[in-house]
């Protein structure tokens, strides 16, 4: 087996469907209108979709829901017939597709596991002789002779799991087993990762757990729209995975409304918003460099009025204030149609999540309020790393033995 | 190890043991299910046509009396039913493709096995019940002859017949799913439109529809096995169809039924998953 021909190879693989808005389902609708044109939508799965997956590599596919990960898979299994491009595949294949290889609810588990295990390419013979096998690694001793019908989700689960790394493929898809199942059997599949890649088989991987991603894949790629949006480095595709995610979730998430507006409007808050990477943003990267502005626009004449802004997370827990004062930043004496714009620069240390910003403004020496939105602004942190605290403060840890031990 | 391509599925797969196999592991173990799935198992198999034998019995030789002047009706009605029953049973895989969506839609597999286990299960079915009509037979003093060496070559007739519908229904189903009531209509009317319950000699119509009758595979098939098994001196497919040059007409029907089925579910293979 030669480096250079890899196990899987993909070729502008474009994949659609068409979606009849009124689907034609029996003859007398077709012979009662024969010519009633039911229109249809083509839905672009995968759009040239390039790629290749060398052998013994970990391979993982990430992507939100609807970006075309099952489709490709389903066209790698075989499953689908591709319109346009090529794939290539070495070695024998076995799937594990949208949680499970269908099962046949009436049978027993005996039965099942003959079938699927020659639906995957073994004969009768070599899955009679794997069933003893199957069935420990399911840890379903107990449950042998029992119909499908009756196990638990889980339990077919961990059989289907256990048929399809049992079938000595060289080539395995595996479709979001870590969603169901319990956390010994999450650990089970974790082992069974290890053991593949020790020997040397090449996996293809989809999940939406991107700590999973980073665990296991040597490689990963993110689908977007059936497009290839990027391929590489566990870590860098599940940061662009994150940040995509919140940023297609943001406009369902409108901050709430106005209602709780305070002030004497002697000037006002006409607009606020976050900014990252140069430009207003309302996904902020942990770690990085990050801004909050606010526009004013003055309707008397106001001298020396204070700008502040708080920052709170989902449970309204405080996470940070800070005002012109206290960053040493001087207003001055401003009349009625003057704007300006305040703005703090800070670097993301927050925990992942959603914050709310409330921005306000208080007449020189602190009272009244002149205007003050609460939680007038929102956006998402975006990171891999949870602590579990409201913040990631940059740590360094040591570890200083204090006194020798006798024996070397 | 050369990369192969994968060009989606397809009714064979590609591996013609794969799909053997797999044909075969799905009818025992559909058989199995059925042996072992109730109580009395393949007692329901065997009491179902022999319930509608006694009836039909009963009503045909004690109140219409078309049974009595036909001789070995018993048998013939016994066995006429059970090979119905192979008929019936075998081309009720119209529904089996979407019956079994939950493997089609998750592995690849040659996508002809599950018609054609279907017609699988319905032919262990149709050796078990055959036997119980040997021994009906052989006790009702049918003698043993040379020409039983027929039968098995008009049961695989059958059987081809069977599986090309099978193969068609079945593939039809996945986009049409009022065949499956269409067919029921057609497998009633077949079943009176066949010489089953009566003697294609014995029903008071004109001689061309008699021959029309015979222009059926299912008709034909059905008469050749009375004439050879049960029946020598009841006219032969041929005979009753009017000369042996019309029984190409059925002939053709099996060959055409079969070549249709076989390239129409070809056809479809590859876009059933996304069409159910």
Redesign the interface.
Known sequence: ?SEA??AI?VKDVTKE?VLPHERV????E?ALHPFRRTGSDVLRALADVNFEVPEGEFFGIVGRNGSGKSTLL?????????DRG??????R?S?F??L?????P??AAR?NV???G????L??REALRRFDAIIEFAELEDFVDLKLKNYSSGMQVRLAFSVMSHVDA?VLLIDEVLAVGDAAFQQKCFDVFHRLRDEGKTILFVTHDMGAVARFCDRAMLLERGRIEVIGAPELVGARYVQRNFERAQPEDQPPGDEDRVGDRSAEIVDAWFEHDGRRNDVLPQGEECVFRMRLRFATELDNPICAFLLEDERHHPLFAISNEDAGAITGTHGPGDEAVFGVTFRNVFAPGRIYATPWMLHDGGAPIVDRRPRLVTAIVTGLHRSGGLVDLPATASYDRMSERAEA | ?????????SALGGSR??FL??AA??AI?EF??RFF?SVLGYLWQLVRPLMLFAVLYFVFTKFVKIGGSVPHYPVLLLANIVLYTFFADGTGAVSSMVD?E????????PRMAVPVSVVLTASFNLVLNMLVVLGFALASGVEPRWSWLEAPFLIALLAVLVVGLAMLLSALYVR????KP?WEVVLQVAFYATPIIYAIETIDVSQRIREGIMLSPLAAILQQFRHAVIDPSAPSAAAAAGGSARLLIPAAVVIGVAALGFWYFDREA??M??DL
């Open positions: 087996m021909s890899p190879h469907f389902h029996t003859l007398k077709r389903k066209c790698l299994a075989g499953i689908y017939r591709v090529e794939i290539r595949m070495r070695g294949l799937t597709i949208e499970g290889v269908g099962f046949n009436d049978l039965d003959l079938i699927n020659i639906m995957l390419g004969s009768p060289d | 190890m050369p990369a192969a391509r994968i060009t989606g599925p043991r794969r196999y797999l592991t799905l173990t199995k299910l799935g079994r939950g493997l089609v839609r998750k592995i690849q597999f049409f799913r009022d065949i269409i590859p876009r998953a996304e």
